[in-house]
């Protein structure tokens, strides 16, 4: 391994692109085309909907011997979080050869093109799926392509494209990159922080201006926490989802900022205690995958969570800490009881999740404080979860409302019931009322007017962009009615078979 300060160090095609002197909040599509003129990449958006500008960003294997890939949205990607990785963009797929790659050789074949503008995007999306699925179904295409817009063409021919290319050997559908692993090697970032003579940490910077601002990125927790006692004020980064955006349509040009997508611990899963213990770094992805078995539900909302660039690098942490009212992973993690554990310094304290948010975009985070580790607990026998989104449009829109419950039905009557919503109150949170009507009662107990006056006494009556206030409240009292009734009949079934 080998040190450059001040420069961003990535790979590009088997050749190591030394970065210097660029903004700390430069995004990889500006680099590509301004500095690299590699205008394959476009800018449809900049926030991440269209899916134009969409990339591969690789990372050695434990291993150490192949490169794992992400698709990301390269306008929202500031380019300081490349360092130490490698980057793949539609020139990239051309073979030493000459050849197009079976992607971009179906999508000419069966017509998946017209004006073009939208097609490298599409070409990169669909490229980094068949990395790890060469042999998809349609509806696994067709979710790789919900974050992917064409005006033009209509998206049966590019999903028809998509099966005559896996029709290839799995061998020819992966990206040439063999040359890139020795250079990734070469240019990795330190696995282990920095001391002074004094035993002191120092975080050293990705970038550093005259002025003191800089962007850095540690490899540890430990560093993180010293970062923050130093700079409480630093915006922190995993995914840049969130800071992107503000970069792009706000011009936001934060003074430090701290990438923790290095971080190894805040990228771990663990088991303790009948419970999953989630780093902040953790993608929505991974989270996705690791639910999907135990809460189907909750994966599907997270399923429908903006596309899949966005999942790929977004966090679960992310998402809780921007405290968004129409966080869609909140709910979720609410009715399920989960709990977060919070650092500052060398102290951690655990905090419940409804405990949380003190108002609009607020929280009990102190400055220098951050979300350690997200604590989902484990389905305990006999629990029912069920959830659900409802948008204007079904793929990457913004909730309406996400409403979960999480209940036991014991002879008959509800017990342990946890309902949550996001979209009706500045901050998501518990439905007290609903659930106290709700537990110890049976179903046949439990009335459409009940639920709607405890609504109405929970909730602010207010009108927004996404919907009025009697839709909202109507959808929020008919899908505990719906979760209500789906369990009744479940447990009629039930009885009925044995």
Not at 171 to 200: M, Y
Request: contains cysteine; hydrophobic residues 40%.
């Amino acid at each position: 391994m080998s040190q450059v300060t001040n420069t961003v160090r990535f790979v590009l095609d088997g050749k190591i692109v030394e970065a210097v002197g660029v903004r700390r909040t430069t995004t990889v599509l500006d680099y590509l085309r301004e500095d690299l003129h590699r205008t394959g990449t476009k800018e449809g958006c900049a926030e991440g909907d269209c899916g134009a500008c969409v990339v591969l960003v690789g990372e050695l294997n434990d291993a150490g011997d192949g490169v794992n890939y992400i698709s990301t949205n390269s306008c929202m990607q500031l380019l300081p979080s490349l360092d130490g990785k490698s980057l793949k963009t539609v020139e990239s797929l051309k073979r030493a050869n000459g050849t197009l790659h079976p992607v971009q050789e179906a999508m000419a074949t069966c017509f998946g093109t017209q004006c073009g503008f939208c097609t490298p995007g599409i070409v990169m999306s669909l490229t980094g799926l068949v990395q790890t699925l060469p042999k998809p179904n349609r509806d696994q295409i067709n979710d790789a392509l919900s974050g992917n817009l064409c005006r033009c063409t209509g998206y049966k021919p590019i999903v028809d494209a998509t099966m005559q290319a896996c029709s290839s050997s799995p061998a020819a559908l992966k990206i040439e990159d063999k040359q890139d692993i020795a250079l990734l090697k070469e240019i990795r970032r330190a696995k282990v922080p920095t001391f002074s003579l004094d035993g002191d940490i120092i975080v050293q910077p990705v970038l550093r201006t005259r002025k003191g601002n800089e962007f850095v990125a540690p490899a540890t927790v430990d560093e993180v926490a010293d970062y923050l006692q130093k700079h409480p004020k630093a915006t922190i980064v995993a995914g840049s989802t969130e800071i992107g955006l503000q970069v792009n349509k706000q011009f936001v040009r934060p003074d430090h900022v701290l990438y923790v997508g290095n971080v190894a611990e805040m990228k771990s899963i663990s088991v303790k205690n009948k419970a999953w213990h989630i780093g902040a770094a953790v993608s929505l992805t991974q989270v996705q995958e690791l639910v999907s078995q135990a809460y189907p539900d909750f994966a599907e909302v997270l399923r429908r969570f903006g596309s899949p660039p966005i999942r790929s690098t977004a966090t679960l942490a992310g998402n809780i800490a921007n405290g968004s009212p129409i966080g869609d992973s909140m709910p979720c993690l609410l009715a399920l009881g989960a709990t977060l554990t919070l650092r500052k310094g060398d102290k951690t304290r655990e905090v419940k999740l409804e405990n949380f948010y003190t108002g609009m975009k607020k929280s009990v985070l102190a400055e220098g404080e951050f979300i350690e580790t997200v604590v989902i607990p484990q389905p305990a026998t006999g629990s029912t979860f069920r959830a659900h989104k409802i948008s204007k449009r079904f793929d990457q829109d913004i909730s309406a409302t996400v409403c979960a419950m999480n209940f036991e039905l014991v002879n008959g009557k509800f017990k342990n019931v946890k309902l949550a919503y996001n979209g009706l109150s500045p901050y998501p949170s518990r439905a007290p009322k609903l659930e106290a009507i709700i537990e110890g009662n049976t179903p046949a107990n439990i009335t459409n007017d009940a639920l709607d006056a405890a609504i109405t006494s929970s909730f602010p009556a207010r009108d927004g962009l996404r919907a009025t206030w009697a839709y909202r409240s109507l959808v929020a009292r008919n899908l505990v009615m719906q979760f209500i009734e789906e369990a009744t009949h479940s447990t009629s079934n039930v009885k009925e078979a044995a």
